[in-house]
């Protein structure tokens, strides 16, 4: 049963930017509408972090590393998420995965994203 499926992760060479998209397929509207959800990241030896998050009214935060370069939205019609990643660093490799801001669980495969040149 997939909760969260990720999509968009690649190469990019440093400054470079990516999409990634995040789908729902087993929640319904009413539930995507009032959850808060958010981008997580896992290095090469790290632990997963959080990355941005945006609530259902829309308010956004931001990990330090990521404010002004990150961005995440959602489409509500087609309950997906969506993180525009600009100006990528190097340090921005990891596996990036999408789930709720709350207790989040059954966690997807996630999307990997590598910044080198």
């Known amino acids: 049963q997939v909760h969260f499926v990720e999509s968009g992760g690649g190469l990019a060479q440093p400054g470079g930017s990516l999409r990634l998209s995040c789908k729902l397929p087993r929640v319904i509207t009413s539930v995507f509408l009032a959850t808060d959800y958010a981008w997580y990241r896992q290095g090469p030896g790290k632990e997963r972090e959080l990355v941005a998050s945006?609530?259902?009214?829309?308010?956004?935060n931001y990990e330090d590393s990521v404010k002004g370069r990150f961005i995440i939205s959602k489409y509500n019609a087609q309950k997906k998420l969506y993180l525009q990643m600009n100006s990528l660093k190097p340090e921005d490799t990891a596996v990036y995965y999408c789930n709720r801001l709350q207790d989040p669980s059954s966690w997807g495969q996630g999307t990997q994203v590598t910044v080198s040149s």
């Open positions: 945006l609530d259902s009214d829309g308010l956004t």
